[in-house]
């Protein structure tokens, strides 16, 4: 296969960035750009798992940065394949320069995740811990990062197995009963089976909540700052991003055309999706109606209302709170720094959190990351809680509750112990699918380890 | 001196409950046929339970039934006692089991093969298997050369079989018959991947040594139910079967003796079934449970033979002795044969293809025990999926493979070649998961179609099956169009059955959709109900009652059956295919599925596998 190369590190302003090189000819490549200096061993004379202390230059020989080159060799890295990882101090200018370079010496850009395609390919990974590196990659916050990993290393496993034990259990018990009407079997109770069903019920919708949080932390929300003119919208979308050192990323996105800022706020990622838009109506004051707002309100999952203490609520102001009615939003009343022509709990009113602030002075900045958090729900964000990291896990979870619901809705109506007995047997195969396991076998042997059964 | 005897389409290698329904499929089929047996005398022989049935057992033989087999309407011939069970369960799990006059049972079905057109049975030991060219060749004991097409390897229990009673072991098939221990030899040598297996039955003892007075009599049920479709035998119920319990004493007096089991002194290589646990056993894994149920049951109306289902046992004679001894009514109980271990010779099913053929031996084909199952009924479906597919082969037609979401016979085979087994197999409802579709009581609807394509089932049996099925869609339409208007007395019958009161009227179909109503409640509200049979009320009944989960298993049956599409070609290198995980293609290679949809199925095959897999296909294609 080709030697691929890319910046394998989020490409943000500053810190360590990483070039990754994939491939038979990976040392070769890298010791093309490359000069140790606490060596004299060649990249492909060095072993794997070491490293080597020295710079990347260009062709021409001129130095582009100093770098910190670890060799793995196949089989035992990532991808499967001999892998050379170059280590830049510099930021995403200079780390660019040096992909050139790497390019230039003979290896190819490598696809969007390739790498994990590779290593997938080459048995390094299977598909669910495939699943959770690729969202790994795409984690843009730390604790996005820890929740990804923890994936992998099986917590969500764990809570997912224990679901499924206790169903596999309850078939098990169903099934012994049913294949062997001859022995004499304690008869399921409907109340037990009722209660151990109302458990794993509730089991895998706490997991599934987990879901929506995990998707905020990994990939953003998209989020709306809404308000008549002249509030001060653009001075709060200034303060969020500006105060934010590490605006993280101008991703231009690989299937869509649009490009979303995303901003860390909180422990959050904010999707200012259409920041030129906004700014572009701040500038024409005029354009700014209802209609508009009301359309954003519509497809933002968070929405920033921002209303004006030093001058009287108007309509337009009104009509932006029922727009908002039944949506996540925080309401901001700004420029408290101002003399107030009217009082914040009118705002209260409406149930949602209000924040008094100050664009000016930055008060109340703090309590609005609090506030978003709370929104979002990741105020309690525990990376190491059992997390869904893929919309696969999701979708099978998803599966699993709506069988035990239909297990749960067949008992309650009456219907007889079989048909409650294949809906269970349809979530336990949907929570095996996970895992490449099949319930048939799961259910057969939980029957004769526990079950005295047979002539 | 060895001599040419004579040449057959097909051979089949013994007469039980595969080798039989193997014999007459073939031979119906058009094929010259011939079935060689140790002892003509026990042909469809119950070396065990005097009984044909049970969960997910029942459902194997009405199946059988529906695509013409025999074991059906023989086992209606020869009925003692008949039960529905698991009644209340719920209709995918109701399953027929009856207790069968077990010699007469052979004497018919021995007269069913001697009167069978294109068949030839004998009673011959072959010995000898090999193939030259493209005929395969069977010596028999007395060196008669017989040459066929096809083979079809039917062994049961006598293949290299071994009985263990205590210390005493000695080569042996079952009931005192000769083992076939030089064909033990033979097909080993063809380099088949053999293994032991083994199985246990209980002590049989006499009836008027039995004090029933102590025990709990067990009637059959009021209304039978026949296996076959074709109901062309009358059944009543001739005995009653009985309950009793272990007890305390029978537990210390299997503990105390513990160390004299072939099984716990490590005497036994053969693996056991789990679901078939000696009495041993169950007192040793399940040491908390204070009792075990014994079920008494006759194995015949000429006879005083008695089964004592649930001892099974391989202590020595005098530890079985005791411990019966020991059982409330068997106090007395005078031991007539006593309970074994027998061990033998059967096949990795891993090593066959879905029709039952070897997947490197052509025209080779297995069927029941010596394919790793258990049970006559599992013999029986194999035997006929054998017995067809060889008659296919020689006929050039395409295999016959019924698939999981159309049978428990597809389900059976299905396990048996994709996941193998590590024990005998036995049929279970918990194994298929399409059960709410596949029903003992509409096996007919699901195979008799196939059994009448196949030329298995008659004109006349076939016609008699569509005018119940039409019988079932003009009853259902009824339902459909009929309106019960509000009235007092509606509103009477719903409250009395706990469910809610109508608030204007309804068709009558709504109503048989809640589960606590019925055809007999709806009655009074149904005064145009036409005079059917009530086999076409209950399938009407079961499929708008459950129309919900039958809809949801329809749509799995389809999503699966995409998978089932898309063949794989039989010369597909595994190992070439790049992405495919180390196991997953050793597991390929090994079992060489016929299609994706069996290769998932495999154990170690992951999804990624799969999409692997598919990939390769995809990019073979273009």
């Keep these: ?455 | 001196m060895e001599y040419f005897a004579k040449h057959y389409d097909i051979a089949v290698i013994g007469a039980g409950h595969a080798g039989i329904e193997a014999a007459l499929a073939a031979a119906r089929l058009g094929c010259s046929t011939a079935v060689f047996t140790i002892n003509l005398d026990w042909v469809g022989n119950m070396p065990c339970n005097p009984s044909i049935g049970g969960t997910s057992k029942g459902h194997l033989v009405r199946e059988i039934d529906a695509l013409g087999g025999e074991m059906g309407i023989a086992a209606d011939a020869n009925l003692l006692q008949s039960r529905m069970l698991n009644l209340g369960k719920g209709p995918a799990v109701h399953s027929l089991r009856a207790q069968i006059d077990r010699k007469d049972y052979s004497r018919y079905m021995k007269h069913v093969l001697e009167t069978q057109e294109n068949l030839e049975i004998m009673q011959a030991e072959i010995i000898d298997l090999y193939r030259e060219e493209k005929t395969w060749y069977l010596k028999t004991k007395l060196e008669a050369l017989y040459s066929a097409t096809c083979v079809i390897l039917a062994t049961g229990t006598f293949l290299s079989g071994r009985i263990y009673v205590g210390d005493v072991s000695y080569e042996s098939g079952p009931d005192g018959m000769f083992p076939a221990k030089e064909l033990g030899v033979a097909i080993r040598k063809l380099g088949l991947p053999m293994r032991r297996f083994k199985t246990g039955t209980p002590s049989r003892v006499n009836r008027r040594s039995l004090d029933f007075s102590k025990m709990e009599e067990q009637k059959g049920d009021s209304e039978l139910v026949n296996f076959s479709f074709a109901a062309q035998n009358k059944i009543e119920n001739k005995v009653s079967c009985y309950i009793t319990y272990t007890n305390e004493t029978t537990k210390k007096i299997i503990l105390d003796n513990l160390d004299r089991s072939p099984m716990y002194s490590g005497k036994i290589e053969g693996k056991g079934p789990r679901y078939c646990p000696s009495i041993e056993d169950k007192i040793v894994r399940f040491s908390e449970k204070q009792r075990h149920q014994i079920f008494i049951e006759p194995c015949g109306l000429d006879t005083e033979e008695i089964y004592l289902q649930g001892l099974s046992s391989s202590l020595p004679e005098d530890v079985q002795a005791d411990f019966i001894h020991s059982i409330p009514g068997l106090e007395h109980a005078q031991v007539m044969r006593t309970a074994y271990a027998i061990e033998y010779d059967c096949v990795d099913p891993l090593a066959l293809k879905a029709s039952l053929e070897f997947l490197d031996y052509e025209g080779l084909f297995g069927a029941g025990q010596f394919n790793g199952s258990s049970g006559y009924e599992e013999a029986a479906a194999q035997g006929l999926v054998a017995g067809i597919n060889a008659a296919h082969k020689i006929l050039g037609k395409e295999p016959f493979i019924l698939d999981r979401a159309g049978s428990y016979i597809g389900t059976l085979i299905d396990d048996l070649v994709t996941k193998g087994c590590t024990d005998p197999y036995r049929m279970m409802t918990s194994r298929s998961e399409y059960r709410l579709i596949l029903r003992q009581d509409n096996a007919d609807a699901r195979l008799t179609p196939t059994g009448h394509a196949l030329g298995l089932i008659s004109e006349e049996r076939y016609l008699a099956f569509l005018q119940k099925q039409s019988l079932i869609e003009q009853e259902r339409k009824r339902l459909e169009n009929t309106s019960v208007p509000l009235s007092d007395e509606v509103n009477a019958i719903l409250v009395s059955h706990e469910t809610s009161p109508l608030k204007k009227g309804c068709k009558l179909i709504e109503l048989m959709k809640r589960p606590s109503l019925n055809y007999k409640i709806l009655a009074p509200v149904d005064p145009t109900r036409p005079e059917l049979p009530k086999e076409v009320f209950e399938q009407v009944e079961i499929s708008v009652k459950y129309e919900g989960y039958i809809q949801r298993q329809y749509a799995q049956i389809k999503e699966m059956r995409r998978l089932e599409k898309k063949l794989i070609p039989p010369e597909t290198n595994y190992e070439a295919i790049t992405g495919l995980r180390l196991e997953a293609a050793e597991k390929l290679t090994k079992i060489r599925p016929h299609n994706v949809g069996q290769a998932s199925r495999i154990s170690g095959v992951t999804p990624a596998d799969v999409s692997v897999l598919l990939i390769h296909l995809a990019k073979s294609e273009n």
């Design chain 1, 1 to 455: 296969m080709k030697t691929i190369a890319a910046i394998s590190t989020a490409p943000a302003v500053g810190g360590i960035g990483v070039i990754r090189i994939s491939g038979d000819r990976a040392t070769a490549v890298a010791q093309k750009v490359f000069q140790a200096l606490s060596t004299k061993k060649t990249l492909e004379q060095m072993h794997g798992y070491t490293a080597a202390y020295g710079f990347v230059h260009a062709a021409t020989g001129e130095k582009l940065d100093e770098c910190v080159a670890l060799v793995f060799k196949a089989p035992h890295s990532y991808t499967g394949e001999d892998v050379v990882e170059l280590s830049c101090h510099g930021g995403l200018f200079l780390l660019k320069k040096v992909l050139e370079q790497v390019y230039a010496a003979g290896a190819e850009p490598a696809e969007a995740g390739e790498f994990t395609k590779r290593a997938f390919l080459n048995k390094k990974i299977d598909l669910t811990r495939a699943e959770a590196v690729a969202s790994i990659i795409s984690a843009q916050s730390d604790a996005s990062a820890t929740a990804a990993l923890s994936a992998k290393e099986g917590v969500l496993f764990r809570e997912i197995e224990a679901i499924n034990a206790s169903l596999i259990g309850l078939s098990a018990h169903l099934a012994a009963w049913t294949d062997y009407p001859e022995d004499d079997l304690e008869i399921p109770q409907e109340s037990e089976l009722k209660e151990k069903l109302v458990q794993a019920k509730a089991r895998c919708e706490q997991l599934l909540a987990t879901f929506d949080v995990t998707k905020i932390v990994t990939e953003g929300v998209d989020t709306a700052i809404l308000g008549r003119t002249n509030v001060g919208k653009s001075s709060i979308m200034n303060l969020i991003c500006g105060e934010q050192k590490s605006i993280v990323t101008d991703i231009e996105g690989t299937t869509r055309d649009v490009v979303e800022t995303s901003v860390h706020f909180g422990n959050s990622v904010l999707k200012l999706s259409d920041t030129a838009g906004i700014r572009k109506s701040e500038d024409t004051i005029e354009n700014i109606g209802i209609a508009l707002s009301k359309k954003k309100a519509e497809s933002a999952g968070l929405i920033l209302a921002v209303f004006d203490s030093s001058k009287p609520l108007g309509e337009e102001d009104f009509a932006l709170l029922e727009t908002i009615k039944n949506k996540r939003a925080i309401l901001i009343y700004n420029k408290s720094d101002l003399s107030a022509v009217w009082q914040p709990d009118i705002l209260q009113e409406y149930g949602k959190e209000v924040i008094i602030f100050s664009a000016k002075h930055a008060d109340g900045y703090h309590n609005l990351e609090k506030a978003v958090e709370q929104a979002l729900g990741t105020a309690d964000f525990n990376p190491y809680a059992p997390l869904l990291a893929t919309e696969r896990q999701k979708v099978c979870l998803s599966r699993a509750l709506s069988c035990v619901d239909e297990a749960l809705e067949a008992l309650e109506s009456g219907f007889t112990l079989d048909a409650v007995n294949v809906s269970i047997d349809s979530a336990v195969n949907a929570l095996l699918e996970l895992t490449g396991e099949r319930a048939t076998e799961a259910i057969t042997q939980e029957i004769f380890k526990n079950f005295c059964v047979g002539k």
